[in-house]
């Protein structure tokens, strides 16, 4: 692959992490690809920063241009996700592609009261508790390798109930339409709330070929940390092997068989006539 080959990318972390979620990743790509990995207000070394989606999108925008390659592929993760997506909707000039990993979710309607419940909730729990939680999570589902990075670079809790009041109720079913670029939702299969919404999004990204959903077997929530079962070194050479694009793209519901571990999403049925 030459340089002018190479795709850029902006990845961005999920609610509480900062951009050492995607150590991995950038270890993986930054010798082929030109890469960044971003804090959002609130996060990492934007701490102190105020939280608002506005920001987020700028601080996308400007990664984007410092990487001085044209239009990036955006990969964003849960909250990350969500701010990657209202990118795409106000800097369609600046997305060649948009990766939503666990944000496929509508953040309208009665499952997000128990999302709002937490919010409430996190304020009122010692932060080292919060962080020692976490700590274990992580360290139980996945490789010191892949985690310690994201232990290190510590949590934004303080942010967490003002990130999550703005995007629940923000975005629907229809939140890509409008999105021109070409779209991959992936979302873990044992990730319940957001597969739920997963079948609406890739109808809306079926509007926009070469746009795909696809379902990782057996993974969490968390996609923007590869999955424990999986050796290190296969891990790196398949998502540069992704990134390169050797891999072929993810299939049509019901035309071949899953690819690797990634299935297509099915799309909805259409409505009775």
């Known amino acids: ?37 971003v804090d959002l207000p609130g996060h990492g070394e934007r701490s102190a920063h105020t939280w608002s989606l506005s920001s987020a999108t700028e601080i996308i925008a400007s990664a984007v241009d410092s990487l001085d390659c044209g239009p990036a592929l955006v990969v964003g993760h849960s909250l990350g996700g969500y701010a990657s997506l209202e990118f795409a909707r106000r800097r369609p000039d600046q997305l060649r592609g948009l990766i939503l990993a666990g944000a496929s979710a509508s953040t309208r309607g009665t499952w997000a009261a128990p999302y709002r419940w937490v919010a409430g909730l996190v304020p009122r729990i010692p932060a080292k508790r919060l962080a020692q939680w976490n700590d274990r999570l992580l360290r139980r589902l996945y490789p010191p390798e892949v985690v ?49 919404g997963e079948a609406p999004r890739a109808d809306e990204c079926r509007g926009a070929p070469p746009s795909r959903g696809g379902v990782c077997d057996r993974s969490p929530r968390m996609l923007g940390l590869p999955a424990a079962r999986t050796p290190g070194r296969v891990r790196r050479d398949a998502f540069r092997a992704d990134c390169r694009g050797t891999r072929p793209p993810i299939p049509d519901a019901g035309t071949t068989p899953p690819l690797r571990g990634i299935h297509p999403v099915p799309a909805t049925p259409p409505p009775p006539p």
Request: no cysteine; hydrophobic share 50%.
């Open 1 to 37: 692959m030459t340089a002018a080959d190479a795709v850029p990318m902006v990845f961005v972390h999920g609610t509480r992490f900062s951009a050492g979620q995607w150590s991995v990743q950038m270890a993986a790509l930054r010798d082929e690809f030109p890469v960044a990995a």
């Open 148 to 196: 310690e990075a994201t232990i290190r670079s510590g949590y934004a809790f303080h942010t967490l109930p003002t990130a999550w009041d703005e995007v629940l109720g923000r975005f629907d079913a229809g939140a890509m339409r409008g999105v021109k670029a070409p779209v991959l939702i992936l979302n873990g299969e044992k990730d319940v709330v957001f597969r739920s």
